[in-house]
């Protein structure tokens, strides 16, 4: 292996195993660590990848702790890579006032263009180019990978997609944050890490890429009609509306009851992992 991959975690999981790694990053500028999980096929020859890409305030623990994803890719075959949701070290500039939704944990999976965010924060280099290279070059996996996330995720999932022609054979989210460009959390977010300026903005806005998407990958989405970021920083009225605009195949489910919580992403998780597994298996 590698000496840019340290090991720091193993732990057996139906039957495959899961992994945590930290290693330098050259997009980021700093250390990262990404956890992967990888099914009892690798064993006996390379598999596809499903990326996931957390929310605010999470770490590559989060999901692989809750959304319960190892036994249905342990079924399929499938290996999942976790990464981190910003660049980390102590100095690496996070939210001046130490809010949740910039900085530290808070990447938005975007290169930043401006000081002193512009020397780390390169989430996006880091999450569709530096990431699944280092994989690819160091662990039994394919080039056929997937991508989906969950709420500041969901939006990097879906831009990943959407600016990445020929990249992912598959997308999907959970509850993402459909127009950053008109939420709370994205104009915080792209203002420091962009500028002022909204033409740059609109580069990571899902809902205006996607009528500019260079492929039609059937989009699959699920959203907790209980979250209470629903209304406020959500806005998945605007994807619905984009989709359809574009006449992008979208699935996207309203989901009675469920907030915003990995209790909800562990209820639906299997669906997206059979999703994933009909493109990258195919
Ligand atoms: N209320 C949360 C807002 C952040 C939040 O809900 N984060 C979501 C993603 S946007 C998450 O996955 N949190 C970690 C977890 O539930 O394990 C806080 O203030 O920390």
């Known amino acids: 292996m590698d000496a840019n991959l340290e090991l720091i975690a193993s732990n057996k999981s139906f039957g495959g195993w899961h992994k945590r790694y930290r290693h330098r990053s050259t997009a980021n500028?700093?250390?990262m660590v990404f956890a992967i999980y990888l099914p009892p096929a690798a064993e006996t020859g390379p598999v596809p990848v499903l990326y996931w890409l957390s929310g605010l305030t999470c770490t590559d623990e989060n999901f692989m702790q809750k959304a319960g994803a190892q036994r249905v890719a342990a079924e399929l075959g499938i290996a999942i890579v976790a990464p981190d949701t910003s660049p980390r070290g102590e100095d690496v500039p996070d939210d001046p006032?130490?809010?949740?939704?910039f900085g530290l944990g808070a990447g938005f999976y975007v290169n930043a263009t401006q000081a002193p965010y512009n020397r780390h924060y390169h989430m996006y280099d880091y999450v569709t180019k530096e990431l699944p290279a280092l994989v690819e070059a160091h662990f039994p996996v394919t080039d056929?990978?997937?991508?989906?996330g969950h709420s500041m995720g969901?939006?990097?999932a879906l831009i990943c997609a959407f600016r990445n022609p020929g990249r992912y054979v598959s997308v999907s989210a959970f509850s993402p944050i459909c127009a950053p460009m008109d939420?709370?959390?994205?104009?915080k977010a792209l203002g420091r890490y962009l500028g002022d300026n909204r033409e740059a903005w609109a580069q990571w806005d899902a809902s205006r890429l996607i009528g500019e998407a260079g492929e039609r990958l059937p989009l699959l989405v699920d959203q907790g009609s209980e979250d209470g970021f629903l209304e406020e920083q959500l806005l998945t009225h605007r994807l619905v509306d984009a989709a359809k605009a574009a006449d992008h195949p979208a699935t996207i489910r309203m989901q009675a009851g469920y907030d915003h919580s990995y209790y909800f992403i562990a209820s639906f998780i299997e669906d997206h992992l059979r999703h994933h597994g009909a493109a990258l298996l195919d």
């Open 29 to 31: 500028g700093c250390d």
């Open 144 to 148: 056929r990978r997937a991508i989906s």
């Open 97 to 101: 006032e130490g809010a949740y939704d």
């Open 183 to 187: 939420c709370p959390w994205g104009q």
């Open 154 to 156: 969901g939006h990097g």
